[in-house]
Structures are given as structure tokens and as C-alpha cells.
């Protein structure tokens, strides 16, 4: 007899909550914006947020209610996403801005001095827990090709002690930025076209024992620039690129030359991307 | 102040989760983000006061007279998913912004452990009614401790550069020993405070 209650007593508890929750479903049903689906299915749901929403349900509902213009957020899917977004919305086609690696470093073997000569495992991580790597400048790239390794697309190459990115080769992933123990390599969005190619934050002189190219905070680019865009904090120049824009300027009157200026565009980036 | 032995009691010196060791999942997935821990603390507060107080009910209304104690485990966990759903459905409708601060985490609390033990442990410890929804409420409250704290920790241990080897979980789960061990330190404080 008991068994029977058992049974009947689970049963039944399941039975009412089902019955609750499809009358629930049905009563409460919250309407969606029907444009909603057919536009969160060409989003690729990484949720990784580089839109600025929480989440690609985010996206879909700005988008889909309108409070949101721009089809060219998703950087994870890229231009094929943004492609079917215009589709879906009618709104016009806009290229995405991905991100590519930089290298701020424009230390090669020719400008850098060492100040031991490193043997061991060909590895910068290995070389960076002797004393900070074998280079005199402890701020930039060892130049043994780390990033190199762990490139999925072989966009970076170390041509004489220098990392240097392939940028139309570059998809963004970042997994340089995250293996490089000196963060030298860093992502920026592939529309901007000046970079300062420079990490060492030691005072001009220091600097400039250790390497040639190095930012020797002279201000001469602060001074010079038109948008005011360039601050040198801490003995370096840093650029302000919401007021940058893109002259090229600095590079002309950098005395060391580690300011650059050069197209940046990514591996998918639509030829008419601009800033 | 029985019922604050009870709060006391489920928040430091028996706390599910670095105590008795319930409700690690969620510990270990979303103490990432300080915003996600926040959203989840909340759901589960909500749930577990919630919890307690419906199966308490359904305890004392169905299970003894029918001689059906034997039967609760799987009866609370069937209560419990369908209460969370219906609790989803009602915020979404009701309550959109509490909905898209804990919207995400409901779903995820169907199945924690931490939430079936409290119901449990109610009825092992034959809590009225108020006991029972306070005593949900504070292993709410104490799971919150848990990951709000677990959450600072983790925020250092993102800059702290470990060892390859024991980059991400490994190391996280070294700190959520050693988390747990400082809780240890409760131990018989309850009783002394409160007995």
C-alpha cells in the first residue's frame, strides 16, 4: 500500500507542477519582438561582450528594439556576422573594426645592447626569469619568438631579435598578448594607424644607453602634435585616439624614431575600413 | 535569538559551502566576475528562503500523514526545479529588471546541491515554519559570503602569476582549501556565543 502512495503522491506532485508551469508559460507570456530571433540567429552566442552588451541576447534586443544602430559591434564574428546583421535589419553594411597585435617594441639586435649573452632554452619566458632576459632593456621584446609558437595563423615573425606582425595575416585572437612575458604585444583596433613602438619607462638617458630606437620622453611629439593627442606619462609617449587623428605627424618629428606610422588592417578587415 | 544561533549558525560556523562543502559548482564557476557573483548571490538567497518555506510546507502537509519521509530527496528536487521555473516565468513577467540581474543564474540553481541540502537538513533538524525560511535565508547569506570573498581572492590570484601548471582551476581550488580552512576557525563559536 505504501508503494502506491509513494507513486501516487510523486506522480501527482509532478503532474501539478507541470500542469503550474505550462499554465504559467501560457498566462504570463511575455511577447518578444519577433525581428529578436532572426537576428540573435546570426549572432555567433560567444557572449563574449566586445559589443558592450551583456551578452549577444543583449545585442539582439537592442538591436532588435531599435535603441541600437550599428550592425558592425560583433567583433567576435567579424564581417560575415555584421553582413547577415545588415540583412536581417536593413540596416546598411559597415565593416567591423577587429583587433590586431602590436608589437611596442622597435628594439632589433642592431639598436638594443645586451648585457649578457643568453644561452639557454631559446624560449623568452625561460630568458625573462634570468635577470629580466639578456637584453638591457627589460621592458621589450626578447626576440626569441614565443609569440611566434603560439601564432594559429604564422602572422608573426622575429626577424633579427624583433617580433614583427604580418597585420593583414592577424585575426586578433590574442594569444600573443597572453603568452609574450613582457607584454610587449598588445591588441588595438585595426583602424587606428599610429603607434608608439616603444614599453621602457626609464628615464631618457637610461633609455638610451640600453637602446637606440627606445622613447626617450623628449615631449618633442607632445609638443609637436596638432590634436594635442600625445601625453608623455612616466617617460613615455602615450597616444590619446579618441583625439588622434591619424597625420602621422609624430612619426616625422620622433627623434629616435619609435613612433609609427602604418596601416594596421587585419586579416578581415573590408578594404574601405577606415577610421 | 534562536533565530539568530540559526543565522550565525549558517553563516560562519556551518557555511555550506566552505564548511560542509555544498554547492561548489556554482562556488567555482561564477566567482569570476564580481557582477556575476552578486546576481547569483541573490538568486540563491531568493531560491533557498523560497525553497524552504514551500517544501516545509508540502513536508508537513503531505509527506508525514501519508508516512512518506523516506520519499524526500526526490520530491524536493522535483519541487525545487519546478519552483524555480515557475519563478523564472513570474519575473520575467512581473519583475523584468530583477530578471536580468538573476535571469541567469535560475536556471542554474535547479540543480545545486546547497539548495536540496537546506530543505534537508529543515527536516533533519525539525524546524518550524520560520525557522525553516530562516534558516534558508541564512545559508543564502552564507553562500554569498562564500562567493563574494572567493571572489576577492580570485581577483588577486588573476594577478599572481602562478606556475603555468597551476594557472586557472588548479590554483583556484588550492585557495578554496585554504578559504575554507580560515572558516575552520568558527568552529564552536556558535554554541559559545549564543548556547
Given amino acids: ?275 | 535569538m534562536k533565530y539568530m544561533l540559526i543565522l550565525f549558525t549558517l553563516v560562519f560556523t556551518e557555511n555550506y559551502v566552505l564548511v560542509q562543502f555544498l554547492g561548489i559548482c556554482p562556488f567555482l564557476g561564477v566567482s569570476q566576475k564580481f557582477s556575476s557573483c552578486i546576481g547569483m548571490s541573490g538568486a540563491v538567497i531568493f531560491v533557498m528562503t523560497l525553497a524552504s518555506a514551500v517544501t516545509w510546507g508540502i513536508f508537513q502537509a503531505l509527506m508525514i500523514p501519508l508516512h512518506l519521509e523516506f520519499m524526500r530527496t526526490i520530491i524536493f528536487i522535483l519541487v525545487i526545479a519546478a519552483l524555480v521555473q515557475l519563478v523564472e516565468i513570474v519575473l520575467k513577467k512581473y519583475m523584468p529588471p530583477l530578471y536580468k540581474a538573476l535571469g541567469v543564474y535560475l536556471p542554474l540553481i535547479t540543480t545545486n546541491c546547497a539548495v536540496l541540502a537546506v530543505t534537508i537538513l529543515n527536516i533533519d533538524n525539525s524546524y518550524g515554519f520560520l525557522e525553516s525560511c530562516m534558516s534558508g535565508f541564512s545559508a543564502g547569506l552564507g553562500f554569498s559570503l562564500a562567493l563574494i570573498l572567493f571572489c576577492g581572492v580570485r581577483k588577486s590570484l588573476e594577478r599572481a602569476h602562478p606556475p603555468k601548471c597551476f594557472e586557472g582551476l588548479p590554483i583556484s581550488l588550492v585557495a578554496a582549501a585554504f578559504t575554507s580552512m580560515t572558516f575552520m576557525g568558527f568552529t564552536g563559536m556558535a554554541e559559545n556565543m549564543f548556547g
Fill in chain 1, 1 to 275: 500500500m505504501e508503494i502506491l502512495y509513494a507513486v501516487l503522491v510523486l506522480a501527482g506532485i509532478g503532474a501539478v507542477c507541470s500542469v503550474l508551469l505550462v499554465l504559467a508559460a501560457k498566462f504570463m507570456h511575455v511577447p518578444v519582438d519577433e525581428k529578436f530571433p532572426k537576428i540573435r540567429e546570426c549572432l555567433p552566442g560567444a557572449n563574449c561582450g566586445a559589443c558592450g552588451y551583456a551578452g549577444c541576447d543583449g545585442y539582439a534586443s537592442a538591436l532588435a528594439s531599435g535603441e541600437e544602430e550599428k550592425i558592425n559591434k560583433c567583433v567576435a564574428g567579424g564581417d560575415a556576422v555584421a553582413k547577415a546583421l545588415a540583412a536581417a535589419t536593413g540596416a546598411e553594411f559597415e565593416d567591423v573594426v577587429e583587433q590586431v597585435a602590436i608589437v611596442r617594441c622597435s628594439g632589433d639586435c642592431n639598436t638594443v645592447k645586451n648585457k649578457e649573452a643568453y644561452q639557454g632554452l631559446a624560449s623568452c619566458a625561460a630568458a625573462k626569469l634570468l635577470y629580466g632576459g639578456p637584453s638591457m632593456c627589460v621592458y621589450g621584446c626578447i626576440g626569441l619568438g614565443d609569440c611566434e609558437h603560439v601564432c594559429p595563423e604564422g602572422a608573426i615573425r622575429v626577424v633579427d631579435g624583433l617580433a614583427r606582425v604580418n597585420y593583414r595575416a592577424c585575426i586578433g585572437c590574442g594569444m600573443c598578448v597572453k603568452t609574450c612575458p613582457n607584454q610587449v604585444i598588445t591588441l588595438m583596433p585595426d583602424v587606428e594607424r599610429v603607434i608608439v613602438g616603444c614599453r621602457n619607462h626609464e628615464k631618457g638617458a637610461n633609455t638610451r644607453k640600453a637602446c637606440a630606437k627606445g622613447c626617450i620622453g623628449c615631449k618633442k611629439c607632445e609638443r609637436e602634435c596638432p590634436q594635442g593627442a600625445i601625453t608623455v606619462v612616466d617617460n613615455l609617449s602615450q597616444i590619446d585616439y579618441d583625439k588622434c587623428v591619424d597625420c602621422g605627424h609624430c612619426q616625422d618629428v620622433c627623434p629616435v624614431g619609435c613612433v609609427h606610422f602604418r596601416d594596421f588592417r587585419g586579416a578581415h578587415t573590408h578594404p574601405e575600413g577606415t577610421k
